[in-house]
């Protein structure tokens, strides 16, 4: 009977826990306050970027969060009057007292031109100090700057996290993994917009002609993010050029009062590997336009062929087998589901000590 009952008053205590508010209740209660905001926003602007603090805030957790008309309503005369020309961290605090909560959000939104500059941040208004913050530039009209909100609030909350004693799990959810590499797989479509660089065939034969700019090829490349706009890449490609020329007749049955050279046309092998560098432009989510410079070696592979007539089979090891390359490209990107992209573009290619050529790439890539 006595374990019985020591069993019954245990789970009266636990009932009577279960009942208390959760831990830190009281410390997650923000307010935010009006936006101060210079150039083209108006008072409805700054409005409607509150109230999406707000609802971003009572999103990402069980928070008490007060803003605009609610605070005006709660203060009074005189502490409305205060928060007009409140600045300092002190001034904040005394208005976070009066409010009841323990952390204030406040921020300056100007318009320079086509972009807003937005800053937050957020004063524990017990310990008087700046517990967080976050500044971002963002290109475009309100639609943009609204959207910009959500990301900037889920950042700041993901350092203020052991400010407010939440685990690491919860703050590590709040902002997406930053994907810092990228690989892809892409295609070579040669034009003949400029020939090749001319060629001897083999050393031994004398067949002379030129690269006719007609290639296919395929490649792969690795890259390093560097923010938004940069990345460095390393590529290797594998393409096949056609040669056009002419050789001296060595058949048996040629006959040399007609002529003694026969046209001759064959596919060479290369190998590429660049190093090179890519600033790409984000118009839209999706949308990225992009410029990009590379340098590198290129490798011409030897190769067995056999002449007209089967005179005889020649190894052919093209005249600067081995040569330095630059490349310059132009193109767009195009992002989806925010892990993989498309992409297409113009390459110039410029080996040196030889002819440039064209080419139009396409390809497609994950990033991680």
Not at 328 to 338: K, N, S
Not at 339 to 359: C, D, I, K, N, Q
Request: net charge negative; proline share 4%.
């Amino acid at each position: 009977m006595p374990r019985a009952r020591s069993w019954s008053m245990c789970l009266a205590c636990l009932a009577c826990l279960a009942c208390l508010p959760a831990r830190g209740a009281e410390e997650h209660s923000f307010a935010v306050l009006d936006l101060v905001c210079e150039g083209s926003v108006s008072q409805e602007q700054n409005e409607a970027l509150v109230d999406r603090l707000v609802n971003e805030i009572q999103a990402l957790g069980d928070f008490r969060v007060l803003g605009g008309t609610t605070i005006r309503s709660m203060l009074k005369l005189e502490e409305n009057k205060l928060l007009l020309g409140c600045r300092d961290d002190a001034c904040m605090a005394e208005i976070g007292g009066a409010l009841g909560v323990s952390f204030l959000m406040r921020g300056n939104i100007s318009r320079f031109g086509e972009r807003y500059l937005v800053s937050l941040q957020v004063l524990d208004t017990r310990r008087i100090l700046v517990a967080g913050g976050v500044s971002e530039e963002i290109s475009g009209d309100l639609e943009a700057l609204l959207a910009a909100i959500p990301p900037m609030v889920r950042r700041m909350f993901h350092d203020l996290a052991p400010q407010l004693g939440l685990s690491p799990a919860w703050a590590a959810g709040l902002v997406e993994e930053e994907r810092l590499f990228e690989l892809e797989a892409h295609a070579l479509i040669y034009g003949g917009m400029w020939a090749g660089e001319q060629r001897e065939l083999s050393s031994d034969l004398d067949a002379r002609g030129d690269m006719t700019g007609d290639r296919l090829g395929g490649g792969l490349r690795f890259a390093l993010r560097l923010g938004d706009l940069h990345a460095l890449w390393l590529g290797f490609d594998y393409q096949r050029e056609a040669w056009r020329g002419q050789a001296p007749c060595e058949a048996p049955d040629c006959d040399p009062g007609l002529s003694d050279r026969l046209s001759i046309e064959v596919s060479l092998d290369e190998l590429r590997v660049l190093l090179g560098y890519r600033f790409a432009y984000p118009l839209l989510d999706w949308l990225e336009p992009y410029a990009e410079l590379g340098l590198g070696v290129q490798v011409g592979l030897p190769r067995s062929l056999e002449l007209p007539g089967g005179a005889r089979t020649i190894s052919i090891q093209p005249e600067y087998g081995t040569r330095f390359s630059l490349l310059l490209g132009l193109g767009l990107r195009f992002v989806i589901l925010e892990r993989a992209f498309l992409h297409g573009g113009y390459l110039w290619e410029a080996p040196l000590f030889g002819l440039s050529s064209s080419a139009w790439l396409a390809g497609a890539g994950v990033l991680f």
